[in-house]
């Protein structure tokens, strides 16, 4: 059977796409499943993560990088789906016709918020396109700052939207950012934190969605 397509989308930029792509196909690979990233997006973040990565530890089984433009990306994801477990589809910060082959191709639609009013908007013209398209989404709360007003104000209305929303949560955390310029994620960190927490559990509730 063809493994599962996610893609992550999101139409505003700095919502955090790379950083759950990267984090959430790390959990699974080592859990031993084999994942394929496909990189849309023109800004190629999720490729130099990778190329990052295999400067740094060589080329490893079970993980796989390519690349595709708008409309090459259905066939480059059944062909990958033939291959791994997971490919995870990293998108352009935008909700337009040219998103419509990596929603069509998913088995599961994410969209990360993070928590700000203006990624909330941003989000209603990516679920409008995943509606559309028949695809089933799930509204993921990143960059979230506990105990703030703002944050539990986000959360809310998140409920509100004609979406799942995941129970596991991502915090606002430098360790994000850290490992990600490394190469890396949360769960190769020097010392297991909060972080590596957050990714497995929100790894392990999308893994039982599918």
């Not at 069509?104 to 941003?122: E, F, I, K, N």
């Not at 679920?127 to 559309?132: G, K, N, S």
């Not at 490992?179 to 392990?204: H, N, S, W």
């Amino acid at each position: 059977m063809p493994g599962n397509i996610i893609t992550i989308a999101q139409q505003k930029g700095g919502s955090g796409k790379t950083t759950l792509a990267v984090n959430l196909g790390l959990a699974w690979h080592k859990a031993g499943r084999s994942v394929a990233f496909l990189d849309t997006d023109p800004q190629g973040s999720l490729g130099r993560w990778f190329m990052t990565r295999r400067a740094t530890l060589g080329a490893e089984e079970g993980m796989e990088f390519s690349t595709a433009s708008a409309w090459g990306v259905s066939y480059e994801c059944d062909k990958l789906a033939r291959a791994h477990d997971v490919v995870i589809v990293d998108t352009p910060p935008k909700a337009d016709a040219d998103l419509r082959p990596a929603l069509r191709a998913a088995d599961l639609v994410l969209v990360p918020v993070a928590s700000s009013q203006v990624d909330l908007w941003a989000t209603e013209g990516v679920l409008d396109l995943a509606r559309r398209e028949g695809r089933p989404v799930r509204v993921v709360l990143n960059r979230t700052r506990a105990g703030t007003r703002l944050a539990a104000e986000v959360a809310e209305k998140a409920a509100a939207l004609d979406a799942d929303v995941a129970v596991a949560v991502l915090a606002n955390r430098v360790a994000y950012a850290e490992t990600l310029g490394q190469g890396l994620g949360v769960l190769e960190a020097g010392r297991k934190g909060p972080a590596a927490a957050e990714i497995t559990a929100l790894a392990d509730e999308i893994a039982a969605a599918l």
